[in-house]
Each structure stands twice: as structure tokens, then as C-alpha cells.
């Protein structure tokens, strides 16, 4: 089930569901003191990247525990 919900979670960071890569990145720049305006490794197009590497290991995750039994 880790794998299945860590797919659901990089999906909707990914295809940016109600916001989600979009607030990530704005709670991450106010979290640190950044203006908004100025770019970092948080922004949207790299936390959407991040959100299909999450996609990517719940896959791992769930394919491994198909044969793990």
C-alpha cells in the first residue's frame, strides 16, 4: 500500500492537483525567507519533477512487493 499511496501523492504533485506543486513551492520559499519572485531549486517545474520521481519509486516499491512474498 506504501507504493500505491506514494504514486497517488507524486501524481497529484505532478499533474499539480488543486495547487499542490504550486503551494509546495510557495511554503518552501516563505519557510525560508525567499521573495516569491526569486528562483530556487523549489521551484514549480522542479517540485513537479519531484513529483514523478515519487510517481517512479512507488512503482519500485509496489512492483517489489508483488515478488517480495
Do not use: Q
Not at 12 to 19: A, E, L, P, S, T
Not at 27 to 34: F, N, T, V
Amino acid at each position: 500500500m506504501a507504493g500505491v499511496a506514494l504514486v497517488l501523492l507524486g501524481f497529484c504533485v505532478y499533474r499539480d492537483v488543486n495547487g499542490a506543486a504550486t503551494t509546495w513551492s510557495r511554503l518552501y520559499k516563505e519557510g525560508r525567507g525567499i521573495s516569491p519572485e526569486h528562483f530556487t531549486f523549489a521551484d514549480v517545474g522542479s517540485i513537479k519533477a519531484m513529483g514523478f520521481s515519487y510517481m517512479v519509486i512507488g512503482l519500485f516499491w509496489f512492483g517489489i512487493s508483488l515478488f517480495a512474498r
